[in-house]
């Protein structure tokens, strides 16, 4: 049984860091795009960012947001930095179904419970 879960997220001051980590077990995602996407209160499911063998951002969080992934622990990691309020969120880790990169939540096929990032003025 596939199963992805966060980590790491927490409250944080304006301009302060955290670094997001989804440990997926199961099967491994080598050959899959994984990403990150988040949502807030009232809003919908938004791309952040995706790693196959290279990345793709948001244009909101680019230059702020680092994803990596490292295959031999089947894990993917947001550094996310110079934190805004707007950034508050629950964060979801993804797989995709191949290594396409999708923006859309529809096209990952497993996802993650979720880290709540809230981000304090």
């Known amino acids: 049984q596939v199963q992805l879960v966060e980590s790491g997220g927490g409250l944080v001051q304006a301009g302060g860091s955290l670094r997001l980590s989804c440990a997926a077990s199961?099967?491994?995602?080598?050959?899959?795009?994984m990403a990150w996407f988040r949502q807030a209160p009232g809003k919908e499911r938004d791309f952040v960012a995706a790693i196959t063998w290279s990345t793709y951002y948001a244009d909101s969080v680019k230059g702020r947001f680092t994803i990596s992934r490292d295959n031999a622990k089947n894990t993917v990691y947001l550094q996310i930095s110079s934190l805004k309020p707007e950034d508050t969120a629950i964060y979801y880790c993804?797989?995709?179904?191949?290594?396409?990169?999708?923006?859309?939540?529809?096209?990952?096929?497993?996802w993650g419970p979720g880290t709540q990032v809230t981000v304090s003025s």
């Open positions: 199961g099967r491994t995602f080598s050959n899959r795009a």
């Open positions: 993804a797989v995709g179904r191949s290594l396409e990169v999708l923006t859309t939540a529809p096209g990952y096929e497993y």
